[in-house]
């Protein structure tokens, strides 16, 4: 059985002890005490209403056993449709493993797919020189050349253009606020 605990406290305010289960000491103590006899009750209760069943149950096992026993001893046992189904799957995995065990490992002198370094650097591929291409027909085209000089003009006035100007300053943000 389980052990009486010894639930005296020294209280910081008097030299004597203070027992804890005494009510208005400790409301964590109460609480506890009071889950733990709701607990028991209700264990009571179900061990109450269950063991009769409980009973009964085993009785009828014990009266059925011997005769199921008896049954099953001369039967061979019965495989689902699950077990047909994983047996071959299961064979087909092990042989899978055991090919390509035997595919990865050299044997009877086969060279493997590793090539050794010979010390050799091989040049890289170069890319292959283009011609010359044929030009297009709008090369000499007046009005072609027109649009050129005049974007040409634009590029001009776009990079010549100062992009910082120093006049324009953003705001001073630091306002003295207080409350």
């Known amino acids: 059985m389980a052990e009486k605990v010894n639930n005296n406290l020294q209280s910081p305010q008097m030299d004597k002890p203070v027992d804890i289960d005494q009510p208005g000491v400790d409301s964590v103590a109460e609480d506890i005490s ?5 607990v028991k009750k209700l264990t009571d209760t ?9 009973e009964k149950v085993q ?36 042989l899978v493993i055991i090919y390509r065990v035997l595919q990865d490992s050299p ?10 370094p010979t010390g050799v650097i091989e040049p890289t591929p170069t890319i292959e020189p283009v011609g010359p291409s ?19 003009v634009i590029n001009n006035e776009m990079f010549s253009v100062p992009l910082r100007d120093s006049s324009l300053n ?3 943000l630091d306002f003295n606020v207080s409350f």
């Open 107 to 116: 044997g009877n002198g086969e060279q493997t797919n590793v090539q050794e």
């Open 34 to 38: 009071k889950f733990k006899s709701t």
């Open 59 to 94: 009785q009828g096992i014990a009266e059925r056993a011997p005769a199921a026993i008896k049954e099953k001893i001369g039967q061979k046992p019965k495989l689902s449709w699950i077990k047909y189904l994983f047996i071959p799957i299961f064979i087909i995995f092990i």
């Open 46 to 54: 179900i061990n109450q209403k269950t063991k009769p069943v409980a």
């Open 134 to 152: 044929r030009q297009s027909v709008y090369v000499n085209d007046p009005e072609i050349q027109r649009l050129q000089d005049e974007l040409d």
């Open 170 to 172: 953003p705001p001073v």
